[in-house]
């Protein structure tokens, strides 16, 4: 037992290393690892040689407390281990296949996100929320945005490492392009659009990383409940509402 877990934590990190070096995004590293890790406490860390039945019977536990979107991800991370650690040939198990859902986005019409720019008290997220509707962008494209993404003589966006690890550019209107140069002027940070609150905005010139991602969202879902908004709020909306700052 004590073998089987040292040899585990050894593989575990090296397949680490192998998802960094084929430059997965950071949600999908820890995605994958975390299904490593659950997969390994399920078989007492003993993983390299799991049959169709284990395999079977631990998918169908899984499901029991899971979505299948955990299923599918636990599958994939257990994919990549065999792969690329363990450099064994994958059998796919025939048995686990998804159902196919087609699910519409609850839409956010303009009055309501201009109640939740309004409700947003806090400067930093009011501008944020304002910028990532604009534009729509998702979360994490908007919080990685720097002052050289911005190009206001073309009125357009370029977003880094979006989806698929693909650049593309987006347009800027003028009210959002009018709206960031007032909230540079507040914090002054040469790189970040949206530097952290750690220090206060007064400090915020000297921050190296952007605003904290679980405060973003814990601050949304607040402000959407203030407004009365019940929608599942999607990742992006078109708004073309100005946004006095």
Not at 41 to 61: E, G, K, R, V
Not at 134 to 153: H, K, N, P, Q
Not at 183 to 195: A, K, S, T
Request: proline content about 5%.
């Amino acid at each position: 037992m004590a073998s089987s877990e040292t040899d585990f934590k050894q593989n575990y990190q090296t397949h680490l290393k192998h998802l960094k070096l084929k430059g997965l995004q950071p949600k999908t590293i820890e995605a994958y690892s975390r299904a490593m890790r659950r997969i390994g406490a399920y078989f007492d860390y003993q993983i390299n040689d799991l049959s169709d039945p284990q395999l079977t019977d631990y998918f169908s536990d899984l499901l029991e407390s899971h979505s299948w979107s955990s299923v599918k991800l636990d599958l994939y991370g257990l994919k990549f281990f065999y792969a690329y650690v363990l450099n064994k040939p994958w059998t796919e198990l025939k048995l686990i296949k998804p159902p196919r859902t087609q699910r519409l986005p609850d839409i956010v019409t303009v009055e309501e996100a201009g109640k939740l720019f309004t409700m947003t008290h806090t400067l930093s997220y009011r501008v944020f929320f304002f910028t990532l509707y604009s534009l729509g962008l998702r979360l994490g494209e908007g919080l990685r945005l720097t002052v050289a993404d911005i190009d206001a003589t073309r009125q357009r966006v370029h977003i880094r490492d979006a989806k698929g690890n693909k650049d593309r550019l987006v347009p800027l209107p003028t009210a959002t392009l009018v709206c960031l140069r007032r909230f540079w002027q507040v914090h002054r940070n040469p790189v970040l659009l949206f530097p952290n609150r750690h220090g206060g905005l007064k400090s915020a010139h000297l921050s190296t990383t952007p605003l904290d991602r679980g405060g973003v969202q814990a601050t949304l879902r607040q402000v959407a409940q203030d407004c009365g908004i019940k929608k599942r709020l999607p990742h992006t909306v078109c708004v073309t509402a100005t946004l006095p700052i």
